[in-house]
């Protein structure tokens, strides 16, 4: 980003089109997947894209979708046709089960599926005449519409707008418990003059490899995305400006370390904050924004922090002193199982922090964390089984940050049976990790289906 005006004013993107990254390969997507779907603008309620299956079922699409609706329910001999569904809420999907007329005029029982995606509605069309097994595909396309509309096509990296909602998610959790959280902005030095000089299919290269050289440096609990075109944003839970100075300085080392393929060595300009109480997502990036353009403007391949976001070394030092997590009953999600289950870790976490903090017995701390492995093993099973008898629609995704959690705290345990495990890392773990990050974050998003009233057969015929 070489001027300041660029994150602000970004190109216009062509008629038709929105630059959201959840509308990328729309078209690609949708014809891939086997079942009929269709995009409706959620503004204006008109026809925007549809595959080829639903192409085949029921004629391309054209107009207004509630007239549409009403035409494919209208048999020769009906005045009545049933009520579109409504625009579902952000954290709810909208079903219903009806006859429908195809293309042939022969009639069609089906499921409608409607889910709020960005801009767009996406219109889920699964045929349950034949199959029951209908329902798989049904799943497996939202599952895959979901994944792409978080992840950026070319890096991998979270887009845009999944990276601001993880920022939300952030800062309340900063404004609740004072945990520090800086960000990071990262942009590519002159790299206009890569797309001229080699072409755009080299310029993706290297911003494929950027990406990667970024993500090596980072933590697991570190959220990294593209925020449009070469500039990148890191999210740092759990850290304060001083260490994300740090940080930025080691990803600036790693860029220009090693030169790109095809382009030769290339810099990195950087742009660091913290987040400060009463601060909105827009003043919190416009700031870190601020000081990235004051490192390209004093000869970029540096690093500027916003000065206003600085802490000195005794509150620092305060922030990061952990003595007890403490239980409240705003962390419970609503089941009581999984409720019980995170209580039985915050005590066993407190236990270990005592232990920790009063220089305990090694066979003691050994047997606490082994206690905190076996019960972490039994929450994760018992929460994954949960998710699945809801029907959770990124339960596939929980699991796999219990893996992830999983196996460092396997790696935490080894260290601690021989005698070499490191006191900051634990409390990293246990604060950050286990319980900041995931229990009291990934595991809040999963609350509106918990909430949600049990489906049954004669309920379902009902919709």
């Not at 850290?239 to 810099?267: C, E, H, M, W, Y």
Request: with cysteine.
């Amino acid at each position: 980003m070489d001027s300041p005006e660029r994150a602000a004013y970004p190109e216009p993107m062509p008629k038709g089109f929105y630059p959201l990254p959840d509308t990328l390969d729309c078209a690609e997507i949708l014809n891939r997947l086997p079942v009929a779907l269709a995009l409706v603008d959620a503004d204006s309620g008109r026809f925007t894209a549809a595959n080829e299956v639903f192409r085949q079922s029921f004629g391309s699409p054209d107009g207004d979708f509630s007239a549409w609706w009403q035409g494919v329910h209208r048999a020769p001999a009906s005045t009545a046709n049933p009520s579109a569904p409504p625009p579902p809420d952000s954290a709810l999907r909208e079903s219903i089960e009806s006859d429908m007329y195809g293309a042939d005029g022969y009639p069609r029982h089906m499921r409608t599926e409607v889910s709020l995606h960005g801009r767009h509605l996406l219109v889920c069309l699964v045929d349950l005449t034949d199959s029951d097994n209908r329902q798989d595909l049904l799943r497996q396309a939202l599952a895959e519409m979901e994944a792409r509309s978080i992840t950026d096509p070319l890096t991998g990296l979270l887009t845009r707008r999944r990276l601001e909602e993880a920022s939300l998610s952030e800062m309340h959790r900063f404004r609740r418990f004072g945990h520090p959280i800086s960000l990071i902005i990262a942009d590519i030095d002159h790299f206009k003059l890569i797309n001229d000089s080699f072409g755009h299919p080299v310029g993706d290269q290297v911003l494929v490899e950027f990406a990667v050289r970024l993500s090596s440096e980072c933590r697991d609990l570190d959220v990294i995305g593209r925020y449009g075109g070469e500039e990148f944003v890191i999210l740092l839970p759990s850290t304060p400006l001083a260490g994300a100075f740090t940080l930025a300085n080691k990803l600036r080392s790693a860029i220009t370390q090693a030169p790109f393929d095809r382009v030769g060595p290339l810099s990195a300009s950087f742009g660091v904050a913290e987040c400060v109480a009463g601060e909105d997502w827009n003043s919190w990036v416009t700031r870190a924004d601020q000081a990235l353009y004051r490192a390209k403007s004093s000869g970029r391949n540096r690093v500027v922090a916003a000065p206003e976001s600085a802490f000195n070394e005794r509150d620092i030092k305060h922030r990061n002193r952990l003595d007890r997590l403490t239980w409240e009953d705003g962390h419970c999600v609503g089941d009581p199982v999984i409720d019980a289950q995170h209580h039985h870790l915050f005590e066993l976490a407190n236990r270990l922090l005592t232990l920790v903090r009063e220089a305990g017995p090694p066979a003691d701390l050994h047997a606490t964390i082994r206690a905190l492995v076996q019960a972490t093993s039994r929450h994760f099973r018992d929460e994954e089984a949960i998710l699945t008898a809801i029907d959770y629609p990124r339960r596939d995704q929980h699991a796999k940050a219990h893996r992830i959690l999983s196996a460092k705290l396997d790696a935490l345990s080894s260290q601690s049976a021989l005698g070499t495990l490191p006191t900051a890392k634990l409390i990293e773990f246990l604060a950050y990790d286990l319980v900041d990050h995931h229990a009291l974050g990934a595991d809040r998003d999963f609350i509106p289906w918990l909430r949600r009233p049990p489906r049954t057969e004669e309920s379902g015929a009902q919709e």
